[in-house]
């Protein structure tokens, strides 16, 4: 069964730099590309970031460009999104996800809610 | 600066038949952006329905349907029931790893 359980979500002040993670299990993740999707309270879904099979390359939403890194390690069967430099519209449940092939997200994490707040 | 645009919201009586759309500010959906549907319930992670389109994902009813109408990508439910009262997300690919959410339908069956 695949599954995707993200971690390292608080509360966290502005200006700060936590990092999130995701653990897979049940697939290897070496053979997809994955993504992180946020959704802050109340609010729809956002595309945050992609990287690709072997983490050569990323891409990210243009708000969070220079301030987010998404990183993997495929060895541990792991995905994570080094933030800084956070800010209060920042606040929301990053999930984590797996990008089939065909350009769509086939599984999802329950996320993990980061709230920037003094 | 891309926009994905959907119906804020809309309404289906139960057993009834509704479509919602997904467009862009300037131009035209087509296939080659690889529309995705999701369906969100509150508290829940978002759900996969449609893919590529018109594919459904494993374990979706029947009754939920993906086509392009138009100018826009288009998911039907034919014969709605009380538990598809949801968020219904779709999103489109741009090309080199970047996707752009609409803003989402909420769905009432009443």
């Known amino acids: 069964e695949v599954r995707l359980m993200e971690s390292g979500g608080g509360l966290v002040q502005p200006g700060g730099s936590p990092r999130v993670s995701c653990a897979a299990s049940?697939?290897?993740?070496?053979?997809?590309?994955m993504n992180w999707v946020r959704q802050a309270p109340g609010k729809g879904l956002e595309w945050v970031a992609n990287?690709?099979?072997?983490?050569?390359?990323?891409d990210y939403l243009d708000s969070v460009k220079g301030r987010f890194i998404i990183s993997r390690d495929n060895a541990k069967n792991s995905l994570y999104l080094q933030m800084k430099s956070l800010r209060a519209e920042d606040t929301a449940v990053y999930y984590c996800?797996?990008?089939?092939?065909?350009?769509?997200?086939?599984?999802w994490g329950q996320g993990t809610l980061v709230t920037v707040s003094s | 600066q891309t926009v994905v645009t959907q119906e804020p919201s809309f309404s289906v009586s139960p057993g009834g038949t509704v479509t919602l759309t997904c467009g862009l500010s300037?131009?035209?959906?087509?296939?080659?952006?690889?529309p995705s549907w999701y369906q969100q319930t509150p508290g829940q992670a978002p759900r996969t329905l449609m893919y590529?389109?018109?594919t459904r994902s494993s374990g979706v009813p029947y009754r939920f349907s993906g086509f392009i109408l138009g100018d826009r990508a288009a998911l039907t439910i034919t014969g709605a029931q009380a538990e598809d009262e949801s968020d219904y997300y779709c999103?489109?690919?741009?090309?080199?790893?970047?996707?752009?959410f609409g803003g989402g339908t909420k769905l009432a069956v009443v």
């Open positions: 049940g697939f290897n993740i070496a053979s997809y590309s």
């Open positions: 990287i690709n099979q072997d983490g050569s390359e990323t």
């Open positions: 590529n389109t018109d």
């Open positions: 300037s131009g035209s959906v087509s296939t080659s952006y690889y």
């Open positions: 996800v797996r990008v089939r092939y065909d350009y769509f997200f086939d599984h």
């Open positions: 999103v489109l690919y741009m090309g080199s790893g970047n996707w752009v």
